[in-house]
């Protein structure tokens, strides 16, 4: 019985072993290059046949020179090449098709280093070294399978455009200065709503991504970056208005062609980049990008949440409204990044007319627009980061690529209860009629309203009264208008020191326009929640 115990144990454990998977094959590593030297005549028509990895010695003859090799691939193969041209003072490298199509021409010699870190070889592929004068070279030439993730030149046209997962990313480099790396990027349905685009720094170079419709690559938004590049938000129907159609009649799926392009004096052959597009769920109320200028600005009904991201970026909010509009803003402040808060007025074919802008706070602080009037019709919000200098230059280049921030709007009747900036000069002075009962706050600092009257002949004297404002220092000001000439103080209060009562009592008025202005004195004091409550009778 024991050794049958035993007997059992032993085929089991055998089993055991023999059901578990083999160990992976370690991958081979590649060849060694071939070497070879450079055999004349090696014109177009008589190419020098090399292998798929190969080290060249050539030499370019005087007074100029152009030599070709052919590297086969295979019927129906594609092999992934990487070309280098080293040793030569001034001379150019070229790669052509099977059909001797050129397909890419870099510089090599002085600060070119004459590289082509991946083309795509099908079936057959040429390579040209020209130059004049006489010139010793070393070209090398290494083939081997295209591998996943890998951008393989040319992909300069959307027909060669290489395919970008979501959430895979892909490596590429800016080969040239007026490289183009063209992407396809197709989203499944009900996979997310928007995208996530990054792409890795690239010393020296400032990126720009281009987004261009499936269908016929219309260009749909443009961004630009420093430091690499950083894109929230990116609708993914974007392309929809646009799209004409496929080529084939068809309907076009979801997605973009990304054209990436980098500005630099030589490229960067030999820093790669990393591009990620991820597809994310959005928030209902979720700001969509692009939407840096008025015409494509994001409709706006009570909130919205979004991202300063990439740097320099301006996120613009459409507002609609039938009648004339008291508008309060507040915005919440992202983590990194100082942001601003501004109101516009639509100007027909003109810019957009600045109405109130807000910056009191810093990073994670609240911007506050407690009042502004808003005509009927559509107006804009813009959120944009802060301008700030760095090293004697003003710039806006504050971003937040994880922490949104959150805008929230409250729109109410413009009936001549609420004070509306701006109201901050004579010239555009709210108007209101007596009697008058008011309500206003002092906000930003430095913050000046006015509110314009007419007194009729026969008025009795008015009352201008203003109730202390709780830690707001205040005080009141009476103009007389006189057309086109300066307006004329002629009553004044600020006879409490702190936050007390201000008035002017039993003045008399002959017929005529006079304003009030409501301030604090020497611009100490400032408050976007505590409101004042100015009456004139």
């Given at each position: 019985m024991?050794?049958?115990?035993?007997?059992?144990?032993?085929?089991?454990?055998?089993?055991?072993?023999?059901?578990?998977?083999?160990?992976?094959?370690?991958?081979?590593?590649?060849?060694?290059?071939?070497?070879?030297?450079?055999?004349?005549?090696?014109?177009?028509?008589?190419?020098?046949?090399?292998?798929?990895?190969?080290?060249?010695?050539?030499?370019?003859?005087?007074?100029?020179?152009?030599?070709?090799?052919?590297?086969?691939?295979?019927?129906?193969?594609?092999?992934?090449?990487?070309?280098?041209?080293?040793?030569?003072?001034?001379?150019?490298?070229?790669?052509?098709?099977?059909?001797?199509?050129?397909?890419?021409?870099?510089?090599?010699?002085?600060?070119?280093?004459?590289?082509?870190?991946?083309?795509?070889?099908?079936?057959?592929?040429?390579?040209?070294?020209?130059?004049?004068?006489?010139?010793?070279?070393?070209?090398?030439?290494?083939?081997g399978e295209p591998r996943p993730g890998e951008e393989l030149e040319p992909n300069d046209r959307a027909v060669d455009a290489t395919e970008l997962r979501p959430g895979s990313p892909v490596r590429g480099t800016f080969l040239t200065a007026d490289d183009e790396d063209w992407y396809r990027l197709s989203v499944p349905d009900g996979s997310g709503d928007v995208l996530r685009i990054e792409v890795t720094p690239v010393e020296g170079v400032r990126p720009e991504l281009e987004v261009r419709a499936l269908g016929d690559a219309t260009l749909l938004a443009t961004f630009r970056g420093t430091e690499g590049l950083f894109v929230r938000n990116l609708s993914v129907h974007l392309g929809e208005t646009a799209d004409a159609g496929a080529p084939d009649g068809g309907p076009v799926p979801a997605g973009y062609y990304l054209v990436l392009k980098g500005k630099s004096r030589h490229g960067a052959p030999l820093a790669p980049y990393r591009l990620t597009a991820t597809v994310e769920p959005g928030a209902q109320d979720l700001e969509l990008e692009p939407n840096d200028d008025p015409e494509h600005a994001t409709p706006l009904r009570e909130t919205a949440t979004g991202f300063l991201a990439p740097s320099g970026d301006q996120d613009w909010y459409r507002v609609h409204v039938d009648a004339p509009t008291v508008l309060h803003a507040e915005l919440s402040g992202a983590d990194r990044a100082d942001l601003e808060l501004a109101v516009y007025a639509a100007a027909g074919t003109e810019k957009p007319r600045l109405l109130a802008r807000a910056n009191e706070g810093g990073?994670?602080?609240?911007?506050?627009?407690?009042?502004?009037?808003?005509?009927?019709?559509?107006?804009?919000?813009?959120?944009?980061?802060?301008?700030?200098?760095?090293?004697?230059?003003?710039?806006?280049?504050?971003?937040?690529?994880?922490?949104?921030?959150?805008?929230?709007?409250?729109?109410?009747?413009?009936?001549?209860?609420?004070?509306?900036?701006?109201?901050?000069?004579?010239?555009?002075?709210?108007?209101?009629?007596?009697?008058?009962?008011?309500?206003?706050?002092?906000?930003?600092?430095?913050?000046?309203?006015?509110?314009?009257?007419?007194?009729?002949?026969?008025?009795?004297?008015?009352?201008?009264?203003?109730?202390?404002?709780?830690?707001?220092?205040?005080?009141?000001?009476?103009?007389?208008?006189?057309g086109d000439r300066p307006p004329e103080v002629i009553g004044s209060s600020d006879s409490k020191r702190g936050d007390g009562e201000e008035k002017l009592i039993a003045v008399p008025l002959k017929e005529g326009d006079y304003a009030v202005e409501v301030s604090s004195p020497r611009h100490k004091d400032a408050s976007a929640s505590q409101a004042y409550t100015l009456t004139v009778q």
């Amino acid at each position: 019985m024991r050794r049958a115990l035993v007997f059992a144990a032993l085929l089991c454990a055998c089993r055991e072993k023999a059901a578990q998977p083999p160990p992976p094959a370690e991958q081979q590593a590649p060849a060694a290059p071939e070497r070879v030297r450079e055999q004349e005549p090696n014109d177009f028509q008589r190419a020098q046949q090399i292998p798929a990895r190969a080290l060249v010695a050539g030499t370019l003859q005087a007074p100029r020179d152009d030599d070709w090799y052919r590297v086969g691939a295979g019927s129906g193969k594609t092999l992934a090449l990487r070309v280098e041209l080293k040793g030569v003072r001034d001379a150019w490298l070229e790669t052509y098709d099977r059909d001797r199509n050129r397909l890419l021409r870099v510089h090599a010699g002085g600060d070119d280093p004459g590289v082509v870190p991946g083309m795509a070889c099908l079936e057959a592929c040429f390579v040209k070294v020209s130059g004049t004068g006489l010139q010793e070279y070393e070209l090398t030439v290494l083939g081997g399978e295209p591998r996943p993730g890998e951008e393989l030149e040319p992909n300069d046209r959307a027909v060669d455009a290489t395919e970008l997962r979501p959430g895979s990313p892909v490596r590429g480099t800016f080969l040239t200065a007026d490289d183009e790396d063209w992407y396809r990027l197709s989203v499944p349905d009900g996979s997310g709503d928007v995208l996530r685009i990054e792409v890795t720094p690239v010393e020296g170079v400032r990126p720009e991504l281009e987004v261009r419709a499936l269908g016929d690559a219309t260009l749909l938004a443009t961004f630009r970056g420093t430091e690499g590049l950083f894109v929230r938000n990116l609708s993914v129907h974007l392309g929809e208005t646009a799209d004409a159609g496929a080529p084939d009649g068809g309907p076009v799926p979801a997605g973009y062609y990304l054209v990436l392009k980098g500005k630099s004096r030589h490229g960067a052959p030999l820093a790669p980049y990393r591009l990620t597009a991820t597809v994310e769920p959005g928030a209902q109320d979720l700001e969509l990008e692009p939407n840096d200028d008025p015409e494509h600005a994001t409709p706006l009904r009570e909130t919205a949440t979004g991202f300063l991201a990439p740097s320099g970026d301006q996120d613009w909010y459409r507002v609609h409204v039938d009648a004339p509009t008291v508008l309060h803003a507040e915005l919440s402040g992202a983590d990194r990044a100082d942001l601003e808060l501004a109101v516009y007025a639509a100007a027909g074919t003109e810019k957009p007319r600045l109405l109130a802008r807000a910056n009191e706070g810093g990073p994670r602080e609240l911007e506050v627009l407690p009042a502004v009037g808003i005509p009927a019709g559509d107006s804009y919000l813009l959120v944009q980061a802060a301008a700030r200098q760095l090293d004697g230059k003003w710039v806006r280049d504050g971003e937040d690529r994880q922490t949104p921030y959150r805008l929230a709007v409250q729109l109410s009747p413009d009936d001549g209860s609420t004070e509306r900036e701006p109201n901050d000069e004579v010239a555009t002075a709210q108007p209101v009629s007596l009697p008058v009962a008011v309500r206003g706050w002092i906000w930003p600092r430095k913050d000046v309203d006015l509110f314009r009257f007419h007194v009729e002949a026969g008025h009795a004297p008015v009352n201008v009264m203003l109730p202390a404002v709780r830690g707001v220092d205040l005080q009141l000001r009476l103009y007389q208008l006189r057309g086109d000439r300066p307006p004329e103080v002629i009553g004044s209060s600020d006879s409490k020191r702190g936050d007390g009562e201000e008035k002017l009592i039993a003045v008399p008025l002959k017929e005529g326009d006079y304003a009030v202005e409501v301030s604090s004195p020497r611009h100490k004091d400032a408050s976007a929640s505590q409101a004042y409550t100015l009456t004139v009778q």
